[in-house]
T-cell receptor, first 114, second 114 residues
Framework: EAQVTQNPRYLITVTGKKLTVTCSQN?????MSWYRQDPGLGLRQIYY???????DKGDVPEGYKVSRKEKRNFPLILESPSPNQTSLYFC?????????????FGPGTRLTVT | ELKVEQNPLFLSMQEGKNYTIYCNYS?????LYWYRQDPGKSLESLFV?????AVKQEGRLMASLDTKARLSTLHITAAVHDLSATYFC??????????????FGKGTKLSVKP
């Protein structure tokens, strides 16, 4: 089954404790992206990657890091989480060729930073 | 910079009624997407609109695109409770290094009441 998986799905942590949210896709997509969703703000892009070893900032990159060492994986790293990073996070992937460029979203990770 | 505005942000409907959600965007784009999100769930793709005058229908939902007016509509016909969800439009950027990224509207929370 074609899918994007994220782990963990729920995470409660404390300020300053480094964490990583994993994202993996099995569709051989070149493009991967991280979004955060906050009430009333819609989805905002954090980082994206056009291919292995190619990453770039989205609209809200502060406080986040990413890496793309393999095509299928795109982890999101919070080196020193703060309460304002409490949010619902989505990973997505899509092909870079074709007509629709449709993005496929993971199930989401709900992060709470206390 | 591409901006996407949806309205209304909240919509309470009675079953059996019709209504329209609007999505305006500020600069030229070649792809517009509609997604549905149920509470606590991921985003589900509804429609991809590619060209001016495009119209797509799935059940009680019909989406259309007017690229000259930079406007897309999502029309709901004879609403039923199962359509209660948050609906997002997203527009693909056509410019610069971020070409191909999606900019999301803030979402329309639809509640269909008996």
């Amino acid at each position: 089954e074609a899918q994007v998986t994220q782990n963990p799905r729920y995470l409660i942590t404390v300020t300053g404790k480094k964490l990583t949210v994993t994202c993996s896709q099995n569709m051989n997509h070149e493009y991967m992206s991280w979004y955060r969703q906050d009430p009333g703000l819609g989805l905002r892009q954090i980082y994206y990657s056009m291919n292995v070893e190619v990453t770039d900032k989205g609209d809200v990159p502060e406080g986040y890091k990413v890496s793309r060492k393999e095509k299928r994986n795109f982890p999101l790293i919070l080196e020193s989480p703060s309460p304002n990073q409490t949010s619902l996070y989505f990973c997505a992937s899509r092909p870079i060729r074709g007509i629709f460029y449709e993005q496929y979203f993971g199930p989401g990770t709900r992060l709470t930073v206390t | 910079e591409l901006k996407v505005e949806q309205n209304p942000l909240f919509l309470s409907m009675q079953e059996g009624k019709n209504y329209t959600i609007y999505c305006n965007y500020s600069t030229t784009s070649d792809r517009l997407y509609w997604y549905r999100q149920d509470p606590g769930k991921s985003l589900e793709s509804l429609f991809v609109l590619l060209s001016n005058g495009a119209v797509k229908q799935e059940g009680r939902l019909m989406a259309s695109l007017d690229t000259k007016a930079r406007l897309s509509t999502l029309h709901i016909t004879a609403a039923v409770h199962d359509l209660s969800a948050t609906y997002f439009c997203a527009v693909r950027t056509n410019y610069g290094g971020s070409q191909g990224n999606l900019i999301f509207g803030k979402g329309t929370k639809l509640s269909v009441k008996p």
